[in-house]
């Protein structure tokens, strides 16, 4: 072998040697930064972790366990959606009753967002909510509000990311995206109650973005009704923003026959996401006259003064 073909074939094995070791150290921790270290159908294995913040459940009488331990009751499921950091559009997105995930992503950087709601035991489809747009996640049954149901409760959240050769585990918590109000009657009925009927007489909202976590749209004529149960009058989980504002309800009171015995119109209630709103009135003896009723309300109720003291009570 000539001398040049020598010096070319150490060459050649040598730059071969230095492609390989610069290939083989962009899959290692410690890969250099260099743009033509980054190999264009390069996935990292990014585990997402989700959590949930507990700090209203003390209030709201919600428990959460494992879902092994609720065979034949509520638990929660996860969903999780992976966004580019400046588009709003998923790119994938997984549910699971379990608060691990795990997704193959390119090199760049991303959102990762977290709904976690309540489902019947081994059901994972759309139950209290629709999920399918981000933008509006929906309460599913208009016609058949599901009022003074504890588990009705959506959590959200999300976190920013960048996947790289060294991407860390991603966590979020999803905090609570609803208000609960609690209706608690200062007196006592003179009357067997039969049931109670809750309406909203203003729009309640119906809908969250999750993208923003601020209410997006509201419903009107929605109402209710429950059996009695003692000088709880009633509650409900309602989609709130972080500033506070206020719902108003309609409580109607009805007796064994059927007769409405009490009516409040207007129990207007300061409501906070994430807070809890208890509302200590006078219910059952007050017949309050409804204008937008033609009907005379026929039975008994004690008509008093209606400037007595209402309290609301704030839990944040």
Partial sequence: MSS?????????????????ASFASCSKDEAPDEDWCVVDDYKADVKLNVSVDKTMF?????????????????QLRYNAWILKEDDDTPIAHASSLYSNFSFSLPLGKYRALAWVDYVPDGIQKD???????????????????????????????????????RTPEVFVTAVPQMAQYRIIANDSPS?????????????????????????SYSWSSISYQHSYDGNFVTT????????????????????????LRAR????????????????????????EEDPNDPKEPSGGGVGIDPDFDDTFEIII
Avoid: Q, W
Wanted: charged share 25%; glycine share 4%.
């Fill in 58 to 74: 003390s209030h709201a009488d919600i428990v959460v366990e494992n879902p092994e331990t609720r065979a034949g009751l509520m």
């Fill in 236 to 259: 409900d989980n309602v989609f709130a923003n972080d500033d506070e504002h206020k719902v108003t309800v309609k409580v109607e009171v009805f007796d064994r026959d059927g007769r």
């Fill in 127 to 165: 139950y209290y909510f629709f999920t399918d747009d981000l933008s509006e996640m929906l309460l599913m049954d208009k016609a058949g509000y599901s009022g003074n149901d504890n588990n009705k409760m959506a959590f959200c959240n999300e976190t920013h990311f960048t996947v790289s050769y």
């Fill in 191 to 215: 009357f067997d109650v039969g049931y109670v009927r809750v309406s909203y007489p203003e729009n309640v909202p119906a809908a969250l973005n999750a993208l923003t976590r601020e209410v």
């Fill in 4 to 20: 040049f073909a020598k010096i070319f074939s150490k060459s050649c094995l040598l730059l071969t040697l230095t492609v390989s």
């Fill in 264 to 287: 409040r119109l207007n129990v207007s209630i300061p409501v906070r996401k994430g807070g809890i709103t208890l509302a200590r009135a006078n219910i059952f003896s007050i017949l």
